[in-house]
């Protein structure tokens, strides 16, 4: 079974950046899409950004175009979330996904098959 597991977490003073990773174990990620989402306690999953590992197509949530950027390595088997420009509201633990197809009509994570345990990520002065 698809097995995620995401890094790269941590506090960042607002303004700043962080690379996240989201690595697949003991498969290639040709076949999927990936996802980030986030969530904070009380409120509902949010997609963040997705990319299509075959060509990779991507989507972002509005609130993070021009900070976010997602991409893949080489191999398709880690895919990562570049975020600048750091914002307190993009505290949140950061979760990966994998699916065996979406829509690209938005970031739902009812289209999602496997998760990763999430990272923190906290943005704070």
């Known amino acids: 079974q698809l097995q995620l597991v995401e890094s790269g977490g941590g506090l960042v003073q607002p303004g700043g950046s962080l690379r996240l990773s989201c690595a697949a174990s003991?498969?290639?990620?040709?076949?999927?899409?990936i996802g980030w989402f986030r969530q904070v306690p009380g409120k509902e999953r949010e997609g963040v950004s997705c990319?299509?590992?075959?060509?990779?197509?991507?989507n972002y949530a509005d609130s993070v175009k021009g900070r976010f950027t997602i991409s893949r390595d080489n191999a398709k088997t880690t895919v990562y979330l570049q975020m600048n420009s750091l914002k307190p509201e993009d505290t949140a633990v950061y979760y990966c996904?994998?699916?065996?197809?979406?829509?690209?009509?938005?970031?739902?994570?009812?289209?999602?098959?496997?998760w990763g345990q999430g990272t923190q990520v906290t943005v704070s002065s």
């Open positions: 003991g498969f290639t990620l040709d076949y999927y899409a």
């Open positions: 990319i299509k590992m075959s060509d990779g197509r991507t």
């Open positions: 996904a994998a699916s065996y197809g979406i829509s690209f009509r938005g970031i739902f994570p009812y289209e999602y098959d496997y």
